[in-house]
Every structure is written in structure tokens, then in C-alpha cells.
């Protein structure tokens, strides 16, 4: 029993002290700076062992007077862009939006403003609640009471509009009228956007130059994107010779729709290379150029008269090395006119590899860093004496050069 008389006790005292000092024991937080006055009467938003209830708000707070009248009935200023929606929410939807005891700042107290409290005939017609923010313009004076057409409930922007939802009388022009740029390719079109425009957005735009007329000219709209270059100087009014009417670019022309007079000269000039394989080139680029791009290139080496030489044109691209350094003119000994690599060198032309002669370059070219000096005392029993004594017998007194006479190595060659 004593048990139980301790516990009946510590609720009792517990109640009290509750009841008496609230702001230690139950109050969460501070209220709103408007709720100052109430703070310490906990039963004016509170129902004991239930809570606040939106009913407790009405009390003080008539919906159809908030943003009208103080809970004094004091008329409050008029604000410009006040939207007085709480008429038509439901009586006990005050806590879906508003809270407490967050501090004094009245603002940290809102919860976000959720559109479907609102009961279905008031979400239908927005303008109930958004009048003073509707837009005075044309696009907004012939709109029905429904802004959600083109907007969401979240912000005004970004907005979209079903074009399709208008008549067929309506024109582009009877909203877009103010939008039409002040340049020369609109001053004369017709007020149909929709030619060259979508409705999603203005760009990018498209035009039909099938709707033009035979008699109209490229320079009626385009005299103005005329580059003022060379190219351009003598050219007539159509552009479509070299342009699409996709893009100006890429562009193509046909040089085949030029006379036979006119040389490659007349309009590139100065597109010729400063260098020393052009400094002597012709007027006529097709000699190595197509007309589609300038590279790649092709020059015929056939062209080329008897007496010219490759060093003429190639001196410079002659490799400092030893293996170049004693050569002549004539490239062509290992190289082809189609590029420098890969190159060929015919060793027959000097000592012919047969079956005897199958060893590897350093057996006679004991020197790697010059291949035109040689032995053939690598194989051959021979001293240089003995080679000088047969040779002088013969009469031959040059006979260092092995190859000069033996093509092939033989003794009777």
C-alpha cells in the first residue's frame, strides 16, 4: 500500500508543478512575436491531453478577415500583392501550414503552402486568390480564370502554354506582336510565326525557302551577310551556287562553272604557299591540287622535263647523315616519287648477293658508320700483298676497289 501512496504522490506533485511552471516543464520553445502576450496560457491553443487544435486558432483568427483586420478588429493596411486565399481553406486546416514555439521570428514558423488544401472549386479558378499578380499584358488579358494552364503550383516560372488550346482565328501576332524583332529579315513576313518558328521556343528557327517566290533573290534578305572578302567581290545575286539553305557552311563550289579563261590565280593568289616548291608553280593549282581541298596533294614527277634534276626541288629535304653525304642528284636510285619511305636500295647494282655471297652487312662494311668503305679479306684468303703482286703482274694498278671488276666476286668476272 505505502508502494502505491509514493507514486500517487509523485504524479500529484508532478501536475502541480506542471500547472504552475509551465515555461520550465512543458513549454518546447518561444512562440511568435504576435503570440508574446499568450505565452504562459498554454490552454489558449491547447486542449489538456490533446494537443493544439486548429478550432483554438478560429477563435482569435477569423479566415475571412486575415490580412483585413487584426485579431482586434483593427483594419490592417493594404499590401500590394496580398493574396487572401485563406477564405476558401477548411476551417481545421490552420496546422497544415502553421506551427509554433520556433522562436520569435514568425516566418521559421510556416510550413511550405500546399495547393491542395485548397478545396477543388477554389484550385480551379486561381484568380479567386492571384488578381493582383495576373500581368497587365496582352498575352495575360485574354486568359480564362485558370493560371495553371501554363503554370505550376511550385513558382511562376517557368510557365508552358498549349498552343493548341487556342482558336483558329487567334493570330501569333495578336500576342507576339511586341516580340517581333526590329530587323529587315521580319519587317515583311506575314503574322504567322509558326513558318519559321515552334511554340517552344523562338530558336532555333527554320525557314522554308521553297515558300519564296521565283522572283525573289538571295540579296532581297542576305545582301548584308555578304562577306567583304575577294571571293565575294564579283559574285551575282545567288547564293545558293555554293551555299545551302541549311547553313552557310559548309559551302561547296563548282569549279567546273568556270569559263576556261579564268585561271586558279584569279582568286587564290594568296592562298600560295611562301616556300620554295611554289615559288616557281604555275598559275594552274590543278597541276597538283584538286578543287574539293588543298591536301592531299599530288604532283606527277612526269611532268617534270629530262633535264631537271631532283635536287632541284628536293636539296633541302636531303638528310645530313653519312649514308646521304657522297650521293648524287638522283634521288630516284632509292626512292620512290610516291614518298620518301619506306625506300629500296639495289645491292646488285654494285655487288651481286648470290648463294655465295649470303653474310650479313658487317662481314664486308666493317666500318657501321660509313657503308661505302669495304673488305673482302673477311672470306677470302688474300693478304694485300699478294693481291698487290697478282694484280702488278697483270698490269692492273687499281686495285683496291674489289667491285670495280669482280661484279659478282669471281675470279674469272
Known amino acids: 500500500m505505502r508502494p502505491m501512496l509514493i507514486i500517487f504522490a509523485f504524479i500529484a506533485l508532478v501536475v502541480v508543478l506542471a500547472l504552475s511552471f509551465p515555461d520550465y516543464l512543458l513549454n518546447p520553445g518561444r512562440v511568435i512575436q504576435g503570440h508574446a502576450p499568450i505565452e504562459q496560457k498554454c490552454l489558449a491553443c491547447h486542449k489538456p491531453f490533446k494537443g493544439a487544435r486548429a478550432i483554438q486558432c478560429t ?3 477569423k479566415p475571412d478577415d486575415i490580412s483585413i483586420k487584426s ?8 499590401k500590394a500583392g496580398n493574396v487572401l486565399f485563406h477564405r476558401g481553406l477548411p476551417a481545421n486546416s490552420c496546422l497544415e501550414c502553421h506551427s509554433d514555439h520556433k522562436g520569435r521570428n514568425a516566418k521559421k514558423a510556416l510550413r511550405t503552402f500546399r495547393h491542395q488544401s485548397l478545396d477543388s472549386g477554389l484550385r480551379a479558378s486561381c484568380i479567386t486568390c492571384h488578381e493582383t499578380q495576373k500581368p497587365q499584358d496582352n498575352l495575360h488579358r485574354a486568359t480564362n480564370r485558370s493560371c495553371n494552364v501554363c503554370h505550376s503550383t511550385k513558382a511562376w516560372k517557368p510557365a508552358i502554354f498549349d498552343h493548341k488550346s487556342l482558336s483558329a482565328q487567334q493570330r501569333c501576332f495578336d500576342c507576339h506582336k511586341r516580340d517581333l524583332p526590329a530587323n529587315r529579315i521580319h519587317s515583311s513576313t506575314s503574322t504567322n510565326c509558326a513558318t519559321c518558328h515552334s511554340t517552344k521556343a523562338w530558336k532555333p528557327a527554320t525557314f522554308n525557302h521553297k515558300s519564296l517566290s521565283a522572283q ?17 567581290s564579283g559574285i551575282d545575286s545567288n547564293c545558293a551556287t555554293c551555299h545551302s539553305t541549311r547553313a552557310w557552311k559548309p559551302a561547296t563550289f563548282d569549279h567546273k562553272s568556270l569559263s576556261a579563261q579564268q585561271r586558279c590565280f584569279d582568286c587564290h593568289k594568296r592562298e600560295l604557299p611562301a616556300n620554295r616548291i611554289h615559288a616557281d608553280a604555275a598559275s594552274n593549282c590543278a597541276t597538283c591540287h584538286s578543287t574539293r581541298a588543298w591536301k592531299p596533294a599530288t604532283f606527277d614527277h612526269k611532268s617534270l622535263s629530262a633535264q631537271q634534276r631532283c635536287f632541284d626541288c628536293h636539296k633541302r629535304d636531303l638528310p645530313a647523315n653519312r649514308i646521304h653525304s657522297g650521293i648524287d642528284s638522283n634521288c630516284a636510285t632509292c626512292h620512290s616519287t610516291r614518298a620518301w619511305k ?19 652487312c658487317a662481314t664486308c ?18 693478304t694485300p700483298s699478294n693481291i698487290a ?5 697483270e698490269g692492273i694498278s687499281n686495285y683496291l676497289n674489289c667491285v670495280k671488276c669482280h661484279k659478282n666476286g669471281s675470279a674469272e668476272d
Open 389 to 393: 703482286r697478282e694484280h702488278i703482274k
Open 216 to 232: 525573289q533573290r538571295c540579296f532581297d534578305c542576305h545582301k548584308r551577310d555578304l562577306p567583304a572578302n575577294r571571293i565575294h
Open 71 to 78: 485579431v482586434k478588429g483593427v483594419a490592417l493596411p493594404k
Open 59 to 61: 477563435s482569435c483568427h
Open 342 to 360: 619506306p625506300a629500296t636500295f639495289d645491292h646488285n647494282r654494285y655487288f651481286l648477293l648470290d648463294r655465295k655471297h649470303r653474310a650479313s
Open 365 to 382: 662494311h666493317n666500318d657501321p658508320s660509313d657503308f661505302r668503305q669495304y673488305s673482302c679479306y673477311g672470306c677470302h684468303e688474300h
